[in-house]
């Protein structure tokens, strides 16, 4: 029989993203959206529901996300579901369902006029992330400066 394992959300981060390594140095970032449903009710009246999604991205996807990601910012996120499962203090089991980021896009412009704190980048940051010069070695563009391949998903504009 055939599966499919693919999420689509878009919503709002409702807190910044929380980055930690694992030991074997792999970037992880747990962040939560807040996805909107609004309809009317058989009364003609405006009805609103939120959802609220934990989603876990890995690797360097993890790390752009917690670099230009903040509370508040919209984002569009495609992933996969896994169930975690675990047992408490008191012995009971718990579990919960969780969306493991495997692409993403922001929805907003950053920075751009009228845009609120939520889209503007963190303080101390550049707006434009350094990339690497194609074709040139690390130590022909700038050998006080780290850099890293980048790939164009790795672009956040």
């Known amino acids: 029989m055939p599966n499919l394992n693919q999420v689509m959300i878009m919503g709002n981060l409702t807190r910044d993203p929380e980055l930690r390594y694992t030991p074997n140095n792999t970037a992880v970032a747990n962040i939560g959206i807040a996805v909107n449903r609004k309809w009317r ?3 003609g009246q405006s009805q ?6 934990d989603c876990e991205a890995w690797g360097r996807t993890a790390e752009v996300m917690n670099e230009y990601l903040r509370k508040g910012r919209p984002v569009y996120v495609q992933g996969r579901l896994r169930l975690d499962q675990w047992q408490d203090k008191e012995g009971n089991n718990r579990s919960k369902l969780k969306v493991v980021v495997e692409n993403f896009q922001f929805l907003d412009s ?7 704190e939520a889209s503007r980048p963190p303080a101390g940051r550049s707006s434009n992330p350094p990339a690497q010069a ?8 700038g050998a006080d400066q780290p850099h890293q391949a980048v790939n164009e998903q ?3 504009f």
């Open 41 to 43: 009710n058989q009364e």
């Open 110 to 116: 950053r920075g751009g006029e009228g845009a609120d």
């Open 134 to 141: 194609p074709g040139l070695a690390p130590a022909e563009v």
């Open 48 to 53: 609103e529901e939120t959802t609220f999604v």
């Open 154 to 156: 790795d672009i956040p």
